[in-house]
Structure formats: structure tokens, C-alpha cells
């Protein structure tokens, strides 16, 4: 047995989750381009610091470094990633975002951006700031347990 209590707000958060999924247009540039949520968070981290390792973008995102290895396969093959010899390290690579990937991660960046504007649009900017803080302690607590 979990020691979470299921009550309604958590069935009212699951409903609203929901609901934002159903928002996202199926044009958006990480759908249409078939990859998961995971990978837009790699290509964005690869993005950010371009020639960084699996095990980095595993720490980043506090996930493992073997699942993180078949996402950059899975990237690679969609050529939106490429692998290149660490200069110091013979057994390390580095990441690198192809022409492709980078285009795809700048057309998803003003997606997300554009999608979140509209979504927070109807919330004054103290009430944005208070949403965005709610949930960056909510997934804070995640992390925790």
C-alpha cells in the first residue's frame, strides 16, 4: 500500500493534467517530429551546453544515465543528435545538436513559449508567479521522496 492519500484535489489535478494535454495541438514541432518529452528535455539541455556527456543530462534531469542512452540513440537516429569523441577522454562522447536538432529545438522553444503565454494569459502576474512557485514545489517534493 502507498502512503499517499488520494483525496479529491488529486483526482481534480489528474482531470486538469489532462485537460492541458488535450490543449497541445498535434502540430506541435516535438509531436509531429515523434519524440517524447524526455527527449525535447535532452535536446534542450544538449542545447544548452553543447559537447556535455549522458551522465550530465542524467544528472540534469534526475533520471538514469542507461535510460538516457537510448533516448540519444533514439535522437541519433532521428539525426537530431550527433556523438562526437571527447578530445581528452577516448572512452567519453560528446553531444551535439545537429542542424536539425537545433531547428527543432528552437521551434519547440517558441511553441512552449507561445503555448504558455496563451495558457497564463487569464492569470494576473502575481497569480503566474504563484502558480509557477506551487508547481516548482510540488515537483521539488517529487524529488525528494
Do not use: Y
Amino acid at each position: 500500500m502507498s502512503d499517499i492519500d488520494f483525496d479529491p484535489i488529486t483526482d481534480r489535478f489528474i482531470a486538469l493534467m489532462i485537460r492541458l494535454r488535450q490543449h497541445m495541438p498535434e502540430k506541435a514541432p516535438p509531436l509531429a517530429a515523434g519524440i517524447s518529452p524526455t527527449q525535447v528535455a535532452i535536446l534542450a539541455h544538449v542545447a544548452e551546453s553543447p559537447g556535455c556527456g549522458v551522465k550530465e543530462i542524467a544528472r540534469a534531469l534526475g533520471l538514469s544515465a542507461p535510460s538516457i542512452s537510448v533516448s540519444v540513440r533514439q535522437l541519433e537516429a532521428k539525426e537530431l543528435l550527433s556523438r562526437q569523441p571527447h578530445p581528452r577522454d577516448r572512452r567519453a562522447v560528446q553531444l551535439f545538436l545537429t542542424p536539425e536538432g537545433q531547428a527543432l529545438h528552437e521551434q519547440t522553444t517558441a511553441f512552449q513559449r507561445e503555448f504558455f503565454a496563451r495558457l497564463l494569459k487569464g492569470l494576473d502576474a502575481q497569480e503566474q508567479a504563484q502558480l509557477v512557485s506551487l508547481l516548482e514545489k510540488a515537483l521539488g517534493s517529487t524529488q525528494a521522496s
